[in-house]
Structures are given as C-alpha cells and as structure tokens.
T-cell receptor, first 115, second 112 residues
Framework: EPEVTQTPSHQVTQMGQEVILRCVPISNHLYFYWYRQILGQKVEFLVSFYNNEISEKSEIFDDQFSVERPDGSNFTLKIRSTKLEDSAMYFC?????????????FGPGTRLTVL | GENVEQHPSTLSVQEGDSAVIKCTYSDSASNYFPWYKQELGKRPQLIIDIRSNVGEKKDQRIAVTLNKTAKHFSLHITETQPEDSAVYFCAASPGGSYIPTFGRGTSLIVHP
C-alpha cells in the first residue's frame, strides 16, 4: 500500500539555523499538508498546498516558514531561523479526493529539536 | 474559525467495556468529521469518518454518530481491547478544501 514518507525522522538544530523537512506524498495525490504537533498536544494545521501553490495557511505559518514542491515528487517545509518553540513533531500529509471521501494519509513525522 | 472541543482528555476502561469520546464543533460549514488514532510516537491514522449527510456510521467495533443540529459527534468503541490504547483525535473540516481542525485528543487506556 502506498505511504507518505518523510525525512529525516529526527532533526536536531541550533536556534537560528535553517532547517528543511522533506516529504514524499503518495504519487497520485493532489493536496499536500504540513502539520505540527508539540509534545503531548494536539495536531495543528500549518499549511495546505494544491496545484503548486499555497491554498490555505494558519497563523502559525508566518514568514519564517515556506513550502515548496521542487520536483513533482518531494514536498518540503523550510524554517528559516528556528526558534526553541519550533521544537515539535512535523507531519506531512496528502490526499486525493476519492469517491467524495476526503481520506488523508499522514507521514511518519519528523521530530525537530531546536537547542 | 472552527473550534473543536473534545472530552474527556483521559479515559480509562477495563478490557471488554465500551468507550465513548465526544466532540463538539462551532462552524456550521463543517461537513466532514474524521477520527484519528495515534499510538505513542507514531503518526495519526484515520480509523473512521463521517460526513454531515449521515447520522451514524459503523465499522466493526467502532462507530461514529453525528448530530448536526447540536454540532456534536462521538466515537464509540465496543468490546475494547488493550491494543485500542492510544490517543484519539476528532477533527472537523469544511467541504471543498480539507483543512481539519483537531480536538485536543483523548488518551484511552484499556486495562487487561
């Protein structure tokens, strides 16, 4: 069964550094998402991406964040200058509307630790 | 924007008992309500979902009910097993663009 994949599984960085989190969505999916989950808290929507552009973004997704689909298969989340509070699990997700049901598939996540 | 409240935050049951998790939402435009199960350190996985034109949906031991008038929906797990232990998240999403708002999660503990 196709899966969403993410790399790396764990990223440790120093405050102020740039990080790029990578995702490979399921190949025939059309909508892509990034979510954040701070340890022990709920999943929070960051951004959605469709047709090579951002379709929605939350208040969390400020100018420090950007997304890109550089080559038709990868979907990346960049944080330009990381802060301590960016430490969280970041999930990528994708979905293709199938028979009008919106089933969304999550990747395994990247745990980002900012020191 | 949408606001999803979920209760309880922790639910402890004995194996074989039923478990019920309740969520309310605020935006009447929401019409898709998925439930996710997240085991420790793992990704959220969709276990069941319901759309606003359906009042109830069942899949083996799990069922979801929706009351659109009251803006609440619930997850029911019957004959619970230890492997049901996990955090369960409800979510609500408007039609068209799928932008779910998640509840805060319920930690379900099933004691053998």
């Amino acid at each position: 069964e196709p899966e969403v994949t993410q790399t790396p599984s764990h990223q440790v960085t120093q405050m102020g550094q740039e990080v790029i989190l990578r995702c490979v969505p399921i190949s025939n999916h059309l909508y892509f998402y990034w979510y954040r989950q701070i340890l022990g808290q709920k999943v929070e929507f960051l951004v959605s991406f469709y047709n090579n552009e951002i379709s929605e973004k939350s208040e969390i997704f400020d100018d420090q964040f950007s997304v890109e689909r550089p080559d038709g298969s990868n979907f990346t989340l960049k944080i330009r200058s990381t802060k301590l509070e960016d430490s969280a699990m970041y999930f990528c997700a994708s979905y293709r509307e199938v028979n009008s049901y919106n089933e969304q598939f999550f990747g395994p996540g990247t745990r980002l630790t900012v020191l | 924007g949408e606001n999803v409240e979920q209760h309880p935050s922790t639910l402890s049951v004995q194996e074989g008992d039923s478990a019920v998790i309740k969520c309310t939402y605020s935006d009447s435009a929401s019409n898709y309500f998925p439930w996710y199960k997240q085991e420790l350190g793992k990704r959220p996985q969709l276990i069941i979902d319901i759309r606003s034109n359906v009042g109830e949906k069942k899949d083996q031991r799990i069922a979801v009910t929706l009351n659109k008038t009251a803006k609440h929906f619930s997850l029911h797990i019957t004959e619970t097993q230890p492997e049901d232990s996990a955090v369960y998240f409800c979510a609500a999403s408007p039609g068209g663009s799928y932008i779910p708002t998640f509840g805060r999660g319920t930690s379900l503990i099933v004691h053998p």
